[in-house]
Every structure is written in structure tokens, then in C-alpha cells.
């Protein structure tokens, strides 16, 4: 499939999903060191997709979807850990898990196909 924008690909959608829920969930977290890391491997994950879209050239645009499943495990492992921490409800971050583990199984997906 051919994407005419970033906007288009669902690993960038599911990205968007996954860091407006992120930004909301550790809102009001005191951590701010947790807080900051965790928020932005989360947008690290939709400006990568994004900013290897914009590049027009295959093994660059693989490249950035390289970092971009990089920081979703990032996501993930935090997430990991603010479950262990009680940093958040064991149910939100299993839900935010699973969302993570979908995005970085269509960034594989996307990278084969490039």
C-alpha cells in the first residue's frame, strides 16, 4: 500500500493513540524524571514514523521505523515498571501494553514491506 501522508499509516495513528493516553495517565505523577522519559519515548514513536515518511526514500524512511519500534519497546518496559511501582492502575497499563506490542508489530510489518 501506498501512503500519500504520515497521517495514513495505522503504526502513526495507534502512535497518537498510545501518547495522548501516556500524557494523560502520568499526568499528575510527581516523578517527573518517569513522567518526562515515559512521554517522550512515547512521541519519539510518532515523530520518527513521521519523520522517516518525510524523507521519500525507503531505506531512510526504515531507518527511522528501526528507532520508532526502539521507543515503543521503550514504552513498554516503562510500563512494565509502572505497573510494578503502582505508578498506574494494572489495568490502564496492561491496556497501554497491548496498544504498544500492536504498534511495534505494524512497524515489523511495515519494514518488511519496505
Known sequence: ???????????W?????????????????????FKDQIQRASVSIMNNIAGGFERKSNNE????????????????????????LKKIREGKAD?????????SKMLSGLIKTL
Open 13 to 33: 495513528q495507534g502512535a497518537l493513540d498510545l501518547t495522548v493516553d501516556v500524557y494523560s495517565d502520568f499526568e499528575e505523577l510527581k516523578n517527573s524524571g
Open 1 to 11: 500500500m501506498r501512503y500519500e501522508r504520515f497521517e495514513d499509516i495505522k503504526a
Open 61 to 84: 524512511f526504515k531507518q527511522f521505523l528501526f528507532i520508532a519500534k526502539g521507543s515503543c519497546g521503550e514504552v513498554k518496559y516503562m510500563l512494565v515498571l509502572a505497573k510494578r
Open 95 to 103: 491496556e497501554l501494553y497491548n496498544l504498544s506490542e500492536e504498534i
